[in-house]
């Protein structure tokens, strides 16, 4: 299975669940980055074109609830495993084409970490 991305000026759009409350990356059940099936629920260029009209949207407009409806079903159908508490918040953020990365979460938030910015132990 090809991992399906979006790629604009030489970043990857990727899927984050910016609020607090529940992460739609990291609450997964078994979620597990050497899973394509995993790795493609991150990359989702439908997914990517849904939360980019989520973002246009007001907070109260009739059709933010209409489109989460809508990719809650998509999810849903595409992903049985994922969890989808998170998917009002999703936002995409653009990482640099080929850089090493993981999403973390606090509380729900989840962000992107890059490699080169943490500082890792060697034994």
Do not use: H
């Not at 992460?23 to 980055?33: A, E, L, S």
């Not at 998170?86 to 953020?93: M, S, T």
């Amino acid at each position: 299975m090809e991992i399906k991305k979006v790629v604009k000026e030489g970043k990857v759009a990727v899927l984050v669940s910016k609020g607090w409350g529940a992460g739609f990356t990291t609450w997964t059940t078994n979620w597990n980055p050497e899973d394509k099936n995993c790795l493609q629920q991150l990359f989702d260029p439908t997914l990517v074109e849904m939360c980019k009209q989520l973002q246009s949207l007001k907070f109260f407009d009739r059709d933010r609830t209409g489109l989460l409806d809508q990719m809650l079903e998509y999810i849903q159908k595409t992903y049985p495993k994922a969890f989808v508490g998170g998917i009002e918040d999703l936002e995409v953020e653009w990482v640099p084409e080929g850089s090493l990365f993981r999403v973390n979460e606090y509380d729900g938030k989840e962000e992107v970490e890059y490699f080169e910015q943490t500082k890792w132990i060697k034994a």
